[in-house]
């Protein structure tokens, strides 16, 4: 059998994978990842990327198809034509420069990738079944970095008309009707998307409201859009299995009911990839199903890292990817612990949101003394001239020191805010630094310069 000896081994070529592999080698790290799939990992191949492609596609025509049925801004658009083959086309050709990107960048790193299922042997060995035979690796460091995957429901397992997110992303023709288990990150992003392709789409959230992990406030735009879209919501409902005509049963607060759908995509959560290959024969201490790591991201066995989705919430890419960068930089012998304040998170949906530190409520169930400021997008001229004025800013600061403790945004084209908004909890800003900063005009930046001074009670636009 083939043997590599390095000294650091990385199962999982995802954003926690590979960012870890490149830093490492450009530290000088001699070092090996290992991947079944082209590197990129769940988000680069069948996640982030796929998604947003499709969401941006799905945005277009919407746009085309509102225009041909009510010319609007004196613009009118003949009847606009999909060919979703051609899409998914598209959207893989994107896919494949961006996977195709990590491979040159690891190379350009000196890191040794190896394709192949990986079994864990032990906290130093690894068995690769590679195509080209088993290859057994060798290494003074390990870092688990296997991600996660789609919770199948036991009464709708995966198969037929039931669809998880990476077949969504690889659907040739828009289902007629599509039935959306799960009103979380996925179910809404994709739902809403299939909605502006021209489905008939339903979605079931068991909890009493869509986005259960974000605030009423902030998920009520969206709420509002998808009445818009057409698209039915059912919520304190739960999915059960096909019926024998092969509608979704659902048992909802009103009762039963069977929903018709020529697809039925379930989107209930991801799993973390913390048992099988071999990882449970580590007897890793876990927290619930995912692997415990302390603030370094080491497990509980010596020389063996954790990091990415295999790690717990959020199960974010740029998390992963931050915990792959610090993982790198201490097998390099530098001394970091992991003290980020805030890990930034965005919804693609229609309107878009974006969630930095705490909310109002989060500050008051810690006991917090908050003063906040919400500005709304209906007041903000670059809103206005995007014919999109949905949504606001919204910023939570202590009331002693005014340092600020969170913003949250909803709103079109607010994920690119996500940076800014990090980037102030992260220098520990007061509402003043804020405010002391000149927001260029007119964007829907101005928006959070505006809430920071509503929180001080002189917002200027409103
Ligand atoms: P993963 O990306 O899951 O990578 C793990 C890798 O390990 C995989 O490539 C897998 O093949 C490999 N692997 C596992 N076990 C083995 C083994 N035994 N042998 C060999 N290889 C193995 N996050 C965001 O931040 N923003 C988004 O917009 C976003 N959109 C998403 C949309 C969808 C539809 C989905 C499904 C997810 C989305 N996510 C998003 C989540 C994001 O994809 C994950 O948080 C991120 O990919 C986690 O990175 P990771 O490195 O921990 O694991
Ligand atoms: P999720 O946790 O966001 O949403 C799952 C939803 O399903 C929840 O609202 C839950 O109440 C509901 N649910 C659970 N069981 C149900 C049932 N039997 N019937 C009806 N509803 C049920 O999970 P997801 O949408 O699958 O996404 C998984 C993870 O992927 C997310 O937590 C997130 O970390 C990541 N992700 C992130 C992004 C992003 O950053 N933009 C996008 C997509 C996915």
């Not at 690894?126 to 690796?137: A, K, M, S």
Request: proline residues 5%; hydrophobic residues 45%; aromatic residues 4%.
């Amino acid at each position: 059998m083939r043997e590599i000896q390095c000294r650091l081994l990385i199962v999982g070529a995802g954003p926690g994978g590979y960012v870890c592999a490149i830093r490492a080698g450009q530290l000088g790290v001699d070092t090996v990842i290992v991947d079944a799939q082209p590197p990129g990992g769940t988000c680069l191949n069948v996640g982030c990327i796929p998604s947003k492609a499709l969401i941006h596609a799905a945005d277009e025509f919407h746009q085309l198809t509102q225009l041909s049925s009510k010319p609007s801004m004196g613009i009118a658009a003949a009847d606009p034509q999909l060919d979703l083959a051609a899409t998914v086309e598209w959207k893989d050709g994107i896919v494949e420069r961006l996977t195709g990107g990590v491979a040159t960048l690891l190379r350009k790193a000196k890191v040794r990738l190896v394709t192949g299922q990986a079994t864990v042997r032990d906290g130093k060995t690894v068995l690769v079944d590679t195509p080209e035979g088993p290859v057994q690796i060798r290494a003074e460091v390990l870092v688990l970095a296997t991600g996660s995957e789609p919770i199948e429901l036991r009464s709708l397992p995966f198969g037929g008309k039931v669809i998880s997110s990476t077949d969504a992303l690889a659907l040739t023709e828009v289902p007629g009707r599509l039935a959306v288990v799960g009103g979380g990150y996925i179910g809404l992003e994709l739902g809403i998307a299939y909605a502006k392709l021209g489905a008939e789409v339903t979605v079931v959230e068991a909890a009493p409201r869509i986005l259960p992990q974000y605030d009423a406030e902030l998920t009520r735009p969206v709420a509002q859009r998808l009445t818009g879209l057409g698209v039915r919501v059912l919520t304190g409902a739960r999915a059960g299995g096909l019926s024998d005509s092969g509608a979704l049963r659902v048992a909802g607060v009103d009762g039963a009911e069977d929903i018709q759908a020529d697809k039925v995509l379930v989107t209930v959560g991801r799993r973390p990839r913390a048992t099988g290959a071999g990882v449970e024969s580590l007897r890793l201490d876990m927290a619930g199903p995912f692997i415990r790591i302390d603030e370094r991201c080491r497990t509980s066995m010596t020389g063996v890292f954790a990091i990415g989705d295999v790690t717990g919430e959020p199960m974010l890419a740029h998390r992963a990817m931050a915990q792959g960068e610090m993982v790198a930089e201490i097998v390099a012998g530098k001394r970091l612990v992991w003290d980020k304040r805030a890990i930034p998170a965005v919804c693609f949906t229609d309107p878009e949101i974006v969630s930095v530190g705490l909310s109002p409520d989060e500050a008051a169930t810690q006991g917090l003394k908050v003063i906040t400021g919400l500005f709304p997008f209906a007041a903000n001229g670059r809103a206005m001239t995007a014919a999109d004025e949905a949504g606001f800013v919204r910023v939570t600061a202590r009331e002693d020191t005014h340092e600020v403790l969170g913003i949250q945004a909803v709103g079109a084209d607010v994920a690119e805010m996500a940076g800014g908004f990090a980037l102030a909890l992260e220098m520990g800003a007061r509402l003043e630094d804020i405010t002391g900063t000149i927001h260029a005009h007119p964007t829907r930046g101005e928006a959070l310069h505006e809430a920071c001074l509503r929180a001080l009670g002189h917002a200027l636009h409103i």
